[in-house]
């Protein structure tokens, strides 16, 4: 008899659809979805291809299934349902790898009904998976297309410019130092050049190690090192992931900060104060005394680390 609380995922055709039908002469499965517009889209499958997700609870008059994905005070959870009918939830990353797992969890009246005052449903890991590598897809192509950008290295000590030129031919991007701005010469830094595979450099910028910038920004560090004034000094801090130009007004914490430790030439830079991450100062939020979660770096009361 066929579970009417089932839903199939198709592995090889990325296709997660209600089990409407399994023939276990020709072992197929039909998975069925239903459009927008109220027609039924199916598909025939064959069963070992074929990740059956069944009913783990329901949540406000809706049903829950294996692999859903669950919003949690902010943070995001995938459910894995055990043949005893408990559950583990899964912290995951915003590139929805699993970051961490809880304790399996028996669903008893008191677990239900904390969900139904924490948890929001956000769809099925397996459709949010398949569109996210798709939306990453289409950036990186979109990425790809380009003649010529500035970008920045910061190697820890010094702050490089280049040329990224686009060979497209070739699939590949030369990067070629930036010495020569217009009428301003550049002239105590050596020529460099070095080219990159595509792959390479697309993941140096999304790892943050090269930079983009404006063609304003690098106007002004070739007007900065011809008249010998590096006017942004001590008021840019560099991360791996970015940059961001601050006042030193704004310079007023001497705190040691959560998640990162940020440092241009010898100059060290204080998280979340002259520098551009998100971190809270440890010292500011000790003076107001609030507690802080040592692996999230959240208030303990919007932490969901641990939520059993």
């Known amino acids: 008899m066929i579970n009417k609380k089932a839903l199939g995922y198709d592995k090889v055709e990325n296709f997660l659809g209600v089990v409407s039908a399994i023939d276990f002469v020709k072992d197929t499965v039909e ?6 517009n109220g027609e039924v889209t199916s598909i025939s499958s064959d069963m070992n291809n074929v990740e059956f997700l069944y009913e783990a609870f329901v949540l406000r008059e809706s049903a829950i299934f294996d692999k859903d994905v669950l919003d949690i005070g902010g943070s995001l959870y995938m459910i894995e349902l055990h043949k005893d009918g408990d559950i583990t939830l899964h912290t995951l990353g915003e590139d929805l790898d699993i970051l961490a797992s809880g304790e399996k969890t028996t669903l008893n009246e008191e677990v239900l009904d904390l969900m139904e005052h924490v948890a929001e449903l956000v769809g099925n890991y397996y459709e949010m998976k398949d569109q996210l590598e798709a939306e990453t897809e289409a950036k990186n192509n979109e990425d790809r297309d380009f003649n010529i950008k500035v970008v920045k290295e910061f190697d820890g000590q010094d702050l490089t410019y280049f040329y990224a030129c686009n060979n497209k031919e070739k699939n590949e991007v030369d990067l070629i130092k930036v010495i020569f701005i217009g009428h301003h010469l550049i002239e105590e830094d050596a020529y460099e050049r070095r080219t990159l595979s595509m792959d390479v450099f697309l993941d140096s910028i ?48 001497d705190g040691n900060c959560y998640g990162c430790e940020c440092h241009y030439h010898e100059e060290e830079f204080e998280c979340g104060v002259n520098c551009d991450c998100t971190y809270e100062c440890v010292e500011d939020m000790e003076e107001e005394g609030t507690d802080l979660c040592m692996d999230c770096g959240k208030e303990l009361e919007d932490c969901h680390c641990d939520l059993w």
């Open 206 to 253: 999304n790892s943050g190690t090269v930079i983009e910038v404006s063609q304003q920004e690098l106007m002004n560090y070739a007007i900065g090192k011809t008249y010998g004034t590096d006017s942004h000094i001590g008021k840019t801090a560099y991360t791996a992931k970015s940059s961001i130009v601050l006042e030193e007004a704004d310079f007023d914490c």
């Open 31 to 36: 998975l069925s979805v239903i459009e927008d």
